[in-house]
């Protein structure tokens, strides 16, 4: 009878090194995550990557500590009047400046802020959209609803506004389409089987049966926020549109392939990441140059980025078995809740309850997700030194 290759010497020595990789890997990309989440959260100030002149938004910053918010106003009114000479003026980094303050807690000074952007930039939908929202915070509803309603006749579909506008008139919004009900309806529902298939044990059937509908919710939140994203020419949202269904079917590939074995679907995945690697690192250079926030392109690249080096491994080593594979399947599995539980608490904050987000709650979900997934690579590196002991099959105990 032949013995299976996982069951060699040199194979399995091979694999715990790899576990031990994978598993350090995936606790530094934990950690990364968590620092851009409360950086971004926070709004925590990082250099300007930008060349040329001084950041007129770094100026106001300095500005505002040392001498407050209405002396940078009336510097930022007294440059516009000689066309910002000497400094470099950006929609995004003085955008980027009012949600600063507003993580601050300081909703007036952040509506100063914003009001400046709408003055320079008075067709963006996007500056009224901030300006509403730090005028809602500050309590000054009429104000609100007059920005959120320019930043409609800006862009009618402007979700975040349109939202905003409903709740504080009371009017009725437009029905959402079908295509995002869909949208809504999977992400909940992925983001409520994730949390789910974190808590049940690890091979078991509930395990099994949440962490196969994570699988299908998130495939059908990614095709559809993709569709959406095309049919609205938002190029970032379908890069991440791509990523998601990556992670997650890598992440059941392994959790399925118990040999050591190397396919075509392996060569897919890579070119895939490396794909989606690429597409990052070009986002994130057109951020720069617009004085965008750098922070969720770099946490973006560098997942990508550890997905490509670790699929290449896989394809060299010839394949991937004992607790490498369940590590692989971790933290893939878990950066693609991540991204979606983010992607909701964050990115649609809009329709999180106003008392989690008085108080800076909604961040919690997305640190949890990053939290859970810092234990179980613990536990998996744990069983790894234990298998060096126990000599029996350290998948097996690992599923238990």
Request: net charge positive; charged share 15%; hydrophobic share 50%.
């Amino acid at each position: 009878m032949p013995v299976s290759i996982s069951h060699s010497p040199a194979i399995a020595s091979r694999n715990r090194g790899w576990q031990s990789a994978t598993g350090a890997l995936g606790l530094i990309l934990s950690a990364f995550l968590a620092a851009c989440l409360i950086v971004s959260f926070y709004g925590v100030p990082l250099p300007s990557l930008h060349a040329g002149p001084p950041s007129l938004a770094q100026s106001l910053s300095e500005t505002i500590d040392s001498q407050g918010v209405d002396a940078a106003v009336a510097r930022y009114r007294s440059l516009a009047q000689e066309g910002f000479a000497g400094f470099s003026e950006n929609e995004n980094a003085t955008n980027d400046l009012g949600y600063r303050l507003l993580g601050r807690h300081d909703a007036t000074a952040a509506a100063k802020i914003f009001q400046l952007n709408t003055e320079t930039h008075p067709q963006s939908a996007n500056a009224f959209d901030s300006l509403g929202e730090a005028q809602a915070a500050a309590g000054d509803v009429p104000a609100a609803i007059a920005s959120y309603g320019a930043a409609l006749r800006q862009n009618p579909r402007f979700k975040t506004s349109a939202i905003a506008y409903a709740r504080l008139t009371g009017i009725p919004r437009k029905p959402y389409l079908p295509l995002v009900l869909l949208h809504i309806s999977a992400g909940l529902g992925a983001i409520a089987l994730g949390l789910a298939a974190l808590v049940f044990r690890k091979g078991g059937r509930m395990h099994r049966w949440t962490g196969t509908g994570f699988l299908i919710a998130i495939l059908f939140m990614a095709g559809d926020a993709g569709y959406l994203a095309i049919i609205g020419n938002e190029p970032q949202n379908i890069l991440a549109a791509f990523f998601t269904p990556y992670l997650v079917l890598t992440a059941w590939l392994a959790a399925k392939r118990r040999e050591m074995k190397v396919d075509a679907l392996n060569l897919i995945g890579l070119a895939a990441a490396w794909l989606i690697t690429v597409g990052g690192i070009a986002f994130g250079l057109k951020a720069a140059s617009e004085q965008a926030s750098l922070v969720p392109f770099v946490g973006f690249v560098i997942t990508a980025l550890i997905a490509t080096v670790t699929d290449l491994r896989v394809i060299l080593a010839g394949g991937i078995t004992g607790g490498a594979r369940i590590a692989r399947h971790l933290w893939r599995m878990c950066a693609a809740l991540f991204i979606a539980v983010a992607s909701f608490f964050l990115g649609q904050s809009q329709l999180v309850p106003q008392t989690l987000r008085d108080y800076n709650l909604e961040v919690i979900p997305p640190l949890v997700v990053i939290l859970a997934l810092i234990h179980w690579l613990a536990r998996n590196l744990y069983e790894r030194r234990r298998s060096l002991r126990d000599p029996a099959p350290l998948s097996t105990r690992a599923a238990a």
